[in-house]
């Protein structure tokens, strides 16, 4: 479907000039700990066409690797240099930044803490210990208490600059959705009266991130989600071409409430209508 519109019989004009696919995870290849279906047939036809396959997520509490093997186990090959998510990208944003080698206090799990110090950051355990601190980065954080949250308020009183790795109300889980990373960094934000810096959807920078690191430009690339809010408008704002599909949160009617500007190039009902989309084009992969 095209823009929300069913009967589209043939791929468009742009599908031999997408080069790259990104793929967000939950919602879009498997729905917690179950495999959606068609995604691995449609991610390795990806694949034999030419086209380099990225994941990203939101989600900052596992490494890359564990997604690798996650998604390995789901009978998908993947190297974790092909895989983003927001703990990875807030580690590259302080290494570009200035950041690496400083202090943070963390309200997070080991997926974000690994990759802070993967590049020499130094993580504070009681910022009101310490004469300063650099940063307090907010992740998801499933043993999150008061505790944690007087001590961000008193870092960002005392001069640490806040960064969100993402504001997902929600955390998918098998049996319903669980409060997600945007539930703790509102309390921090609400008890300090400072906004954070974004590192993941819906801003660009996960995308532009990986489009930098392999050289490609916009239009070479497709980003597909199963949320508006976030995978949808990062790549809208990141200029890709983008896709919805339905096998997660966002539905065909929540589309057609948006404007024109913030709709999906395209809306499918799984990952397998890419063949319709995409068409037998083979392109020259990386």
Known sequence: MENGNEGM???????GSIKAVILDLDGVVYAGTTPISGAAE??????QTGRRVFFC????????????QKLIGMGIPV????IMTSAYGTARYLVAHGGANRTAYVIGEAGLRDALTDVGVR????PANQTAVDYVIVGLDRQFTYQKLAAATY??????VFIA???????????E????SGALVSAVETATSTSPILIGKPEPYLLQTILTAWDYAPDDVLMIGDRLETDIMSGIHANTHTALVLTGISTATDVEKLPADCRPTFVLNDLLELKEVLGETVVGGR
Request: a negative charge; aromatic letters at 6%.
């Open 57 to 68: 997520s939101n989600n900052s509490s596992r490494s890359r690797e564990h997604y690798a």
């Open 9 to 15: 019989k043939r791929p468009p004009s742009f599908a």
């Open 79 to 82: 190297d974790p240099m092909d």
């Open 165 to 175: 790795t993402n504001r997902d109300a929600t955390l998918p889980d098998d049996v």
């Open 42 to 47: 449609a991610i390795a036809w990806l694949r």
């Open 177 to 180: 959705p669980l409060p997600g």
């Open 155 to 160: 870092a960002i009183h005392h001069g640490a």
């Open 123 to 126: 993580l504070i355990d009681d």
